[in-house]
């Protein structure tokens, strides 16, 4: 295929051999499974410490086990696959470098923020389709306990959260993609610009990437020609409830009309029962609503084509302490049970 | 170009149109510029804090510097690239979401420490070849002010450094890649693992990361079937002095011998006299040594083939705090005046 069939317009790709995703897995904690799509993930913990010693411990045992949950479905093992793609929100990612250690696999560390799994699909949809390998794997983490330390504060100081700030979500999703395979196929990838209209309060990361968000979609729309109606559902991931109605409300000034957009932050939890305020957050999030829910309804007919939106909040505790304001990014990549797309 | 021909054993790809290096640029500190390699650097600072507030946006301002130039001697902007690829070791990797913020291009965060500008090399050519665009950038840095109070104590505290310490290059390197350019050519790529054998001295990350940089090596040659003597220079970067001495020993231990084999880390430093302990570190080690002596090198006739191996330390202060041994990994790319290869 020539590069100019593949590269549509500035910001998207369209795959002349969509890979398949051939296995998916996650894991989450004890509040994600008592949340609405407990009946769609792998492996509930009791016990958010899976055995560890320390939260960080514990998010890399569960990226070990979304792996091999996911390796599993796909018939293979680590050994059998040309790349890894992981990150997580974690200093360093040590989440991702600790659950990889050890374990036969090429391994390309990323750093996206909220937007891992979207971006570590891109990437590896890329490499497939390019003919560098025949398997790959996009894989990330997140965890309530080790990110409240880490971005916020002790969990035992007990710090009230504001009405916009959204909840770590514990869990960890896997995709594992192939050149062949029966869907559903990642057809089309859009590869987010960096998007910061001034937002400085780091709890309100909903409302800091919410531009980024619009920007991404008007982009893959604008690029394939393709207008929201052609989704069965339009999935960000994760602006939480309030991001959420501000991503709509500036879809709508462009003149936007996306009545099919959900977010994975407010799918997960229960948001008038469970205490999270906005809904939920982290690496973690996207990727076990996307690993779970979505490409489960997929698979049992409910979606035919979806367009999942990755977002990260590009920040640190250090940036946010020298005043400055929040970086979002935005990836989208376009999944479809049929391998031609629409 | 069959996939069979693009994957070569287990963990390296030979590109089919391999992409060429059209621009390279890179931004140093005051030491660096005092160092051997002065005369390969685009921009020293006589100021190492660049204007700027903090040492962080300091470092930022360095990335921006360094992409500037390399995209100055490509003759592009950054609107005319299709992918930059860029990482830094700072927590949540801000030195590159606040150096590339505003900025409009498709951006894609990676996490490999000091193995970022290999990896991104890696990337860039894959999306390259792979026919996903025309134009895509590597960009890292690393300042040793910010590195310094990030990962070990504030400067103000005058912490003194164990022998097996190397000191944090303050320094950006950006690569500018294309599809068509009359080289250095990127011919291939080959992934690393993760590799941990039990090192847990954060002062000696060198000695962490040899045994990585020892299993790519040894993965480059028995996929692609070359010798160590088919490269004029084999570099690591950053190993330091005594990490190259463990990695040379454990080459050795194997039978491969390498007397071409030398380290960024010792190169871009005079080590007697410029109390470095071991050598230099840090993501921007291995970048300018690259777009600077490296490819200058090359242009000027000195090497015809190069294998320039970055390699990362995965470690985290938290990591180490918690008693944890440091992950290794590295990752090598092969780049020729030929387009051919050898």
């Known amino acids: 295929m020539d590069i100019n069939q ?57 990226q070990r086990l979304a792996l ?16 890894l793609f992981g990150g997580d929100l974690l200093n360093q990612c040590i989440g991702s470098s600790f ?8 391994f390309l560390g990323l750093y996206g923020a909220c937007s891992t799994m979207a971006e570590g699909l891109c990437l590896a949809a890329m490499v497939l389709d390019g003919g560098f390998g025949q398997w790959a794997a996009a894989l990330t983490s997140s965890h309530f306990c080790s990110a409240e330390r880490q971005y916020r504060a002790p969990l035992e100081y007990g710090g009230q959260r504001t009405p916009t700030a959204q909840w770590t979500v514990t869990g960890s999703g896997c ?51 393709r207008r929201p109606s052609d989704y069965d559902l339009i999935l960000t991931g994760d602006l939480g409830q309030f991001g959420w109605e501000i991503l709509k409300d500036l879809l709508r000034r462009d003149g936007v009309q996306a009545d099919n957009l959900y977010d994975c932050g407010t799918l997960i939890y229960d948001l008038k029962r469970q205490d999270v305020h906005c809904g939920g957050s982290g690496c973690g999030c996207s990727a076990v609503v996307l690993t779970g829910y979505l490409l489960n309804g997929m698979r049992a007919g409910k979606w035919k084509h979806i367009l999942f939106c990755g977002t990260g909040a590009l920040l640190s505790p250090t940036s946010t302490q020298q005043g400055e304001s929040i970086p979002g990014i935005c990836h989208a990549v376009a999944i479809s049970t049929k391998q031609g797309g629409l």
Chains 1, 2 share one sequence.
């Open 99 to 106: 659950a990889v250690r050890g374990q036969d696999v090429p």
């Open 175 to 225: 995709a594992v993609l192939a050149r062949e395979g029966n869907g559903p196929y990642i057809t089309h990838a859009t590869v987010g610009k960096i998007v910061d209209m001034g937002i400085k309060d780091a709890n309100n990361m909903g409302c800091a990437m919410a531009p980024a968000a619009c920007a991404t979609i008007q982009a893959h729309f604008a690029d394939t020609g």
């Open 6 to 62: 593949k590269k549509l317009g500035r910001q998207t790709v369209a795959f002349a051999c969509p890979p398949s995703i051939v296995g998916h897995a996650n894991v989450v904690g004890k509040k994600e499974g008592e949340g609405p799509l407990a009946g769609h993930f792998d492996h509930i913990a009791q016990d958010d410490s899976f055995g560890e010693k320390s939260w960080e411990k514990a998010e890399s045992a569960m």
């Open 68 to 83: 091999s949950a996911a390796l599993n479905k796909a018939g293979r093992n680590t050994g059998g696959l040309d790349y």
